[in-house]
């Protein structure tokens, strides 16, 4: 199966058999699989990769908005860019 440019949220899986499963240009949440589906190792790299760095790319958002935060509140700045004026 292929599947091009598609959102899928909420997506279950069970009792499937994904192993040529492919997406492209597609958007995917809170995509559940069973303990009996059976996926490539592909898709099961890309779920761990994502599982992993997601969690660490949104506590880094978090401290830099945290930091944006402070600049703005303590030294005034409230450009992203602060030498954009200049340009």
């Known amino acids: 199966m292929h599947i091009v440019d598609a959102e899928l949220n909420n997506a279950l899986f069970k009792n499937s058999n994904v192993k040529n499963l492919k997406f ?50 303590y030294l005034g700045f409230v450009d992203v860019n602060l030498f954009s004026k200049f340009y």
């Open 24 to 73: 492209n240009d597609s958007v995917l949440n809170n995509i559940i699989f069973d303990k009996n589906t059976i996926f490539s190792s592909n898709i099961r790299n890309e779920v761990f990769l994502e599982t992993t760095f997601q969690p660490l790319i949104n506590s880094f958002d978090y401290v830099k908005q945290i930091l944006k935060n402070q600049l703005i509140k």
